[in-house]
């Protein structure tokens, strides 16, 4: 069954330090997303990603990220800048034509 | 003071029982819901979804029921199992880009054995 992969599962970075998180969505899906699960809490949206552009971003997702399709299979976001509060489980996501969206096991991040 | 963790509703089932988890959505525009599934440190889990012009949608041994009259979103899983154990979500959306779902909080379903 096709699914949505990520990388790292796992990263410590300092704090101030710039992250890169991959994604490789399910290859025929033409929406990508990220969200974001800070321990115990809800998952947020953060950013949809459409046509090579972002059609909408949550108040969270301010200037310090960033998110790219740089080749036809891959999907980035981008923390310029990161701070204590970023750290969070990130999760991408995708969808075909269809609503139904499928997640991706998730990059724990953790900022020290 | 700062929240540090949502305290999540809790149900706790017999295995082979039926189990029902309850949610109350925000808005009332919203079109398209969805039950997912999370187990410790992955990711969501598809289960289900209804659009609003349904009041109901079966699956294999789950069954979502929608009351958009009161905002209520149910899931039924029939003959629950072990590997039930989860938290499940169920999430909205209300006409933003396809994909921007509001998730709810919770709810913590435990199956004995």
């Known amino acids: 069954e096709p699914e949505v992969t990520q990388t790292p599962s796992h990263q410590v970075t300092q704090m101030g330090q710039e992250v890169i998180l991959r994604c490789v969505p399910i290859?025929?899906?033409?929406?990508f997303y990220w969200y974001r699960q800070i321990l115990g809490q809800k998952v947020e949206f953060l950013v949809s990603?459409?046509?090579?552009?972002?059609?909408?971003k949550s108040e969270i997702f301010d200037d310090q990220f960033s998110v790219e399709r740089p080749d036809g299979s891959n999907f980035t976001l981008k923390i310029r800048s990161t701070k204590l509060e970023d750290s969070a489980m990130y999760f991408c996501?995708?969808?075909?034509?269809?609503?139904?969206?499928?997640f991706g096991e998730g990059s724990w991040l953790t900022v020290v | 003071g700062e929240s540090v963790g949502l305290h999540l509703p809790t149900l706790s089932v017999q295995e082979g029982d039926n189990s029902i988890i309850n949610c109350a959505y925000s808005n009332s525009a919203s079109d398209y819901f969805i039950w997912y599934k999370q187990e410790s440190g992955k990711g969501p889990q598809f289960i289900i979804d209804?659009?609003?012009?349904?009041d109901k949608r079966q699956g294999q041994r789950v069954t979502v029921l929608l009351n958009k009259t009161v905002k209520h979103l149910s899931l039924q899983i029939a003959a629950t199992q072990p590997g039930d154990s989860a938290v499940y979500f169920c999430a909205e959306n209300y006409g933003g880009s396809q994909g921007n779902l509001i998730f709810g909080k919770g709810t913590k379903l435990s199956v004995k054995p």
């Open positions: 996501a995708s969808a075909g034509a269809g609503n139904t969206i499928y």
């Open positions: 990603f459409y046509n090579n552009e972002i059609s909408e």
């Open positions: 290859s025929n899906h033409l929406y």
């Open positions: 209804i659009r609003s012009n349904m």
